[in-house]
């Protein structure tokens, strides 16, 4: 999770110290939960998806292989419905 930070950061000029607070105090897992179960988008998912880099967002990472055994179906589906409720194509 802090790589994603840090690549929103370098390649999207996106600075969101709140994400790296959250990280330190509920770990990546329960971050990645709560922004996938919130009302609205963050503010720096909005920066991204301006800068057409919603590849860098946790919705994105959620839904790769490789950490398919740490989210639901319908966590996953979520993530899913929100990149292309954004017109991302994951």
């Not at 971050?31 to 988008?41: D, G, P, Q």
């Not at 057409?52 to 990472?61: G, H």
Request: proline share 2%.
């Amino acid at each position: 999770m802090t790589g994603i930070y840090r690549r929103a950061k370098d390649e999207a000029d996106c600075d969101d110290g709140h994400f790296l607070e959250m990280l330190a105090h509920h770990g990546a897992v329960e971050t990645a939960r709560t922004l996938l179960h919130a009302n609205t988008v963050s503010d720096a998912y909005t920066e991204l998806w301006k800068r057409r880099r919603l590849d860098l967002t946790v919705e994105a990472f959620i839904i790769k292989p490789q950490w398919k055994e740490l989210f639901t179906d319908e966590e996953r589906g979520i993530a899913v419905k929100r990149l292309v409720s954004f017109d991302y194509v994951p």
